[in-house]
T-cell receptor
Framework: AAGVIQSPRHLIKEKRETATLKCYPI?????VYWYQQGPGQDPQFLISFYEKMQSDKGSIPDRFSAQQFSDYHSELNMSSLELGDSALYFCASSTETAIDEQYFGPGTRLTVT | AQSVAQPEDQVNVAEGNPLTVKCTYS??????LFWYVQYPNRGLQFLLK??????LVKGSYGFEAEFNKSQTSFHLKKPSALVSDSALYFC???????????????FGTGTLLAVQP
């Protein structure tokens, strides 16, 4: 079965640079979520989209922005990167129905040096 | 606000023995509860969920979880542990059940399960 695809899998950037993370949801899933997992921490919700509209916003810095495109893929744009942004970034997809589980991608490991 | 707590940072169990990973929840409405497993350098894999119905929920890889409303718990269990079950386990609750907005998951801090041969 098709899973959530994230690219790139690994990314190394320097401070103050920008990064773009991409997420391709499972076919027919209309909702995308972004989570950030710091070293040794639990995943923290950043932002979500339903039918290309932002549906919820969590602890996402103003330096970050995201969008969902017409083909339902999503991109997380990160600017003015800081050392503290180094983390594993997960994308998850689901249908809009609340009872449905979210399926997670393998994550993008971002390292800021 | 919805929250879950995992009181144990690590659980050690011998292979073949039963295992329990604990989770308690705090929600304002009906709880939508989930268990995920994370292997090193991997994404989160869905194990099982409780939405409504039977208190004993069966999931992937022989895992099950028991929903206990009076104790506000949703402990993960397996009758016979395997070395390959060693991983990080997260309990999660859906924030404010409902369609559309606020379907995000709120995770516990995770419990590392170590199964010894």
């Amino acid at each position: 079965a098709a899973g959530v695809i994230q690219s790139p899998r690994h990314l190394i950037k320097e401070k103050r640079e920008t990064a773009t993370l991409k997420c391709y949801p499972i076919p027919r899933h209309d909702t995308v979520y972004w989570y950030q997992q710091g070293p040794g921490q639990d995943p923290q919700f950043l932002i979500s989209f339903y039918e290309k509209m932002q549906s919820d916003k969590g602890s996402i810095p103003d330096r970050f922005s995201a969008q969902q495109f017409s083909d339902y893929h999503s991109e997380l744009n990160m600017s003015s990167l800081e050392l503290g942004d180094s983390a594993l970034y997960f994308c998850a997809s689901s249908t809009e129905t609340a009872i449905d589980e979210q399926y997670f991608g393998p994550g993008t490991r971002l390292t800021v040096t | 606000a919805q929250s879950v707590a995992q009181p144990e940072d690590q659980v050690n169990v011998a292979e073949g023995n039963p295992l329990t990973v604990k989770c308690t929840y705090s929600v304002s409405g009906n709880p939508y509860l989930f268990w995920y497993v994370q292997y090193p350098n991997r994404g989160l894999q869905f194990l099982l969920k409780y939405i409504t119905g039977d208190n004993l929920v069966k999931g992937s890889y022989g895992f099950e979880a028991e929903f206990n409303k009076s104790q506000t718990s949703f402990h993960l269990k397996k009758p016979s542990a395997l070395v390959s079950d060693s991983a990080l386990y997260f309990c999660a609750v859906r924030d404010v059940p409902g369609g559309g907005a606020t379907n995000k998951l709120i995770f516990g801090t995770g419990t590392l399960l170590a199964v010894q041969p």
